[in-house]
């Protein structure tokens, strides 16, 4: 980050708490420097990880494979240049999945007594998977933890990190609609490189997820993808990522709060290696932050509101 970025980091408002470190779960804009009726979030960037927490790792680069690795980079750069609103998240997702039902818990790897068990419901239907709120195992990795997490430190977990970024987000979307007349959440992540269905094929650089229309008005998911396709940047629309427990909460069309998920390409942003941040992600930041601006036109005229000629520049 050049010192623009690092200034306008260090703007954000701290919130939340990861247990065991003091430091804070998320950090946010403040609304009231906010130019677009847009909230752009990244809630699987998160890095603070507690020494506890990697001391219980059975191998410690299963962070790289969890993580979003840099996307909150991506997503500081865009609303630096678009004034969008901004939701960081700090908590890495080894800790707790933001993007996870705070019932999608796989309950054979927590210690004690909860309240309410959900076993083979719809609810913890991912945690069977191996990835729940908290992450249990992954593909060529196995089990990730050592030992079992207690109900306590669940618990914990959840109040001090899950529940105040989806306070502070659904607030953030309020108020956006609130003043615009509509709102957008772009919820930002990366994927691992896809593979082309056909030898001719280009694969996806890019997915935009609206659950099926369900989270996002069907006219802001066609620009999305009608200008990644301008660009020459290959996209898909909800395969294989239609969009989680974000979007599931916090897009209601109805109410003018509109949400959708875009999966960016590690590749497009990253080293060879993908590991850390390459000389495309500023190129690549620029590109979408053009994206930004085209949907913002578009949700300020769905609310009824417009643009100032420079933030719609």
């Known amino acids: 980050m050049d010192g623009t970025g690092d200034e306008f980091f260090a703007s954000l408002v701290p919130g939340g708490e990861v247990p065991g470190t003091g430091l804070p779960a998320f950090r946010s804009s403040d609304l009231r420097k906010c130019a677009l009726p847009i909230v752009v979030a990244a809630p699987h960037g998160g890095r603070s990880y507690p020494a506890s927490l990697l001391a219980d790792m059975r191998n410690e680069s299963v962070r790289i494979r969890l993580e979003d690795r840099f996307v909150d980079l991506l997503a500081l750069e865009i609303a630096r240049q678009t004034g969008a609103a901004l939701l960081l998240a700090e908590a890495p997702r080894a800790m707790i999945d933001l993007n996870r039902a705070p019932d999608d818990v796989d309950w054979g790897m927590v210690s004690g007594k909860p309240a309410v068990r959900t076993r083979n419901s719809l609810a913890n239907r991912r945690a069977r998977s191996g990835l729940g709120l908290v992450p249990r195992r992954l593909p060529a990795f196995g089990e990730i933890w050592r030992s079992p997490i207690s109900h306590e430190e669940l618990g914990r977990r959840v109040s001090t990190i899950h529940q105040p970024y989806h306070r502070e987000l659904g607030k953030m979307l309020d108020l956006v609609r609130d003043q615009w007349g509509a709102a957008l959440l772009i919820d930002l992540h990366s994927m691992p490189p896809l593979k082309p269905r056909f030898s001719e094929e280009r694969a996806a650089e890019f997915v935009v997820g609206d659950r099926f229309g369900a989270s996002c008005n069907e006219r802001l998911t066609s620009i999305s993808l009608r200008y990644l396709e301008d660009q020459n940047r ?23 709060v509109h949400a959708l998920q875009l999966e960016v390409c590690r590749s497009s942003y990253l080293c060879s290696r993908l590991d850390g941040p390459s000389m495309r992600l500023p190129a690549l930041a620029r590109m979408l932050s053009g994206m930004v601006r085209g949907l913002a036109r578009e949700v300020a005229a769905i609310g009824g509101a417009s643009l100032s000629p420079l933030a719609a520049e």
């Open 234 to 256: 290959p996209a898909a629309r909800n395969r294989p990522y239609s969009g989680g427990y974000v979007l599931d909460r916090h897009g209601h069309p109805q109410r003018g």
